[in-house]
Nanobody, 123 residues
């Protein structure tokens, strides 16, 4: 069973930055596409960013383009989401996810999910 553990969430003022990490308990991490999702109170979970195992391509929600960067270190079985110029509307629980299929990640149907980490952006 794959386990994903997110960390790095917290409270930050608007305009600030946070870096989320996602540690995966799987030695074949490089074979999996990875994604980040978020869910704000009262809203459905939404796709934020995704990248395949090679990280050769990156995909983003329009509203985070230019502010968020997805990356991964396959030698550490860890993925990251660097979030800059945060806005109050970025407040949500952020989840990382893995799937062998990039399509599954981009369509929000990956097999493996983390437990989430809270990000709160104050105005």
């Amino acid at each position: 069973q794959v386990q994903l553990v997110e960390s790095g969430g917290g409270v930050v003022q608007a305009g600030g930055s946070l870096r989320l990490s996602c540690a995966a308990s799987i030695s074949t991490f490089r074979s999996y596409s990875m994604g980040w999702f978020r869910q704000a109170p009262g809203k459905e979970r939404e796709f934020v960013a995704a990248t395949p195992g090679s990280a050769i391509m990156k995909y983003y929600l329009d509203s985070v383009k230019g502010r968020f960067t997805i990356s991964r270190d396959n030698t550490k079985n860890t993925g990251y989401l660097q979030m800059n110029n945060l806005k109050p509307e970025d407040t949500a629980v952020y989840y990382c996810a893995l799937d062998s299929s990039l399509v599954a990640v981009r369509t929000s149907t990956p097999d493996y999910w983390g437990q989430g980490t809270q990000v709160t952006v104050s105005s």
